[in-house]
């Protein structure tokens, strides 16, 4: 989307890496949206060729009423969820950031790379998939945490809503997500802005 | 409410999936292949779990995929199947026979760009190469559009009328992998919808000993009817297919709502406009919030969906355009040698040339998006300028996306 052309729906940018949980995010984040009643949302998984640990992107686009008619990747993202820290390296994907950043990491994660954005959030996701056992092949899987964080951060959906998407998408698994995202919610803190 | 009813978010490929199965399909054959690869697997899924009620069939490969079609189809089933790029070419002796055998079969194409190099992105150049085929093609532009075409796609293949195979694409990955809510209708609106498959076959094929008919035979160039006069069915069918099409878009309008303009093209703000683009796929429908951006400055643009690309909207196309000023056409497709490079400006420019109404219109040729290359809104607003530069100028703007005649929006230029 462009400077001079209307914009008129929350734009999120996921960084992560393959195999960490960032594509379901993108695509949860829509759910949960809809759950709570936005009209249209569109996600935008930048697939292709992806390899685990490679950097992935993806998007989600929500809109309380308009549709959305503009699929094109996202430019400057409203909010930013950064699945692992160490990307923060990568030139390209720190200079990229705008607006406000959730990123998991522990508390001692040096962020002047991203001194430029409007707002920092840190929470720690992956201890929190440790300890609830939230793992696939040991890779610790962090999207329902990200985005637990990510309803405290924004406001847009509730847990009670969270727990209702994931219930019907995971089964049994649905409660174990739950909890976890949940902690997430309630730990993630700002740092800055 | 069943879970195959009312708002919920899919992504494209399942959207085809869901239609498939709305649509009451008897026989599916499958093979995988990137980005339709989730077409099929969720119809497996489908089966797997008692949801869906068809015969669902694992071939060694695309071409098996379309003579199990051929097959099925013959003995009078309802029949789909998914793919994409290299899959289609794979397939296509095959598809040329299913066309010439004048089978009803639908097919959706998640659409990626050609080998080599290897690509998996959105692209309309793996259908391009089947456009002479006979199929009836569609290009579409929304998750909601993937679904509803299907439903659309037997009702007028199926017409005695037509009997013409259905091909619906749309962009791999942009569209395929992307989710969006949709709405799925009732199951009993859906089924008196769609035509009665008839018991005993179609018409001009089903098998009884009482009826002896030949299949697929050689016939010599000068037998009467022959070879020929088959040909020129498929072409009478084809044309016979537009009033058809037109029909089923308003009928499906009536009855559930949604509106794909005529059905052959979809207009945005054309009316009054002096300055008209053509466009297809879900780059058509990011177009139309630049004409609202453009109009908003003041400018007189419109843009024009071509959705049906077989049979070619001819007479849709020049009653649309007829009063601009001049018209660009943007393609996410190329056609090798033609005169522009790009399939639909180059049959936009044929089809126009022959109207007196439209012969001395200038048309803009862009091609852009190849292999799935993000377009941007501001890189659509972009082509409105340049189309109405060229307007005032009354010349080509010479720029370093221009060669030859054509604009390749967000390419760098090549010696």
Redesign the interface.
Known sequence: ??A???KDFTEVTFHGRGGQGAITAS?LL??FA?EEGY???????K???ERRGAPIQAFSKLSKEKE??????I?SADYTLVFDFTLLDIPSVATSLKGTVIINAPDFVDLDCIAHVKAIWLVDATNIAINNNLMISGYPILNTLMLGAYAKVTGQYTLETMKKVLNQRFGSRGEQNYIAAKEAFESVKKVRG | MSEFEGKR?VKGNFAASYAARAANVQVVTAFPITPQTLVVEKISELVDSGKMNCEFVRMESEHSVMAGLIGASYAGARTFSATSGQGLLYMAEPVHWAAGTRLPIVMTIASRGIAPPWN??ADFSDIVTQRDSGWLMALLSGHQEIYDSVLMAYKISENPDVMLPYMLAYGG??LS?????IHMPKQSLIDEFLPKIPKLGWDHVFLDPDRPIMHGNLIMPNTTPGYQEFRMKIQLAQLKAKPIIREVAKEFKETFGRDYGNGMVQEYKCKDAEFIMINCG?LA??M???VD?MRSLGHKVGMLRLRTYRPFPTEDIIDAVKHAKIIGVVDRATAFGSPTGGPISSETMAALHNDPQTKDLRVIPFINGIGGR?????QQ?RQFEILMECYDKGELVKNEELMSTTYWTGAMGVK
């Open positions: 989307m462009t001079n052309l209307e695509n829509c759910a809809f009209n249209d949302v569109l996600d935008i998984p697939i292709g060729a959305i008619k503009d699929f094109c990747a430019k | 978010l998996i992105w990955f942009i992998h992307t989710s969006k809510p879900i429908k990011q139309e919030n630049v951006f993000d377009v941007v809104t501001q607003k």
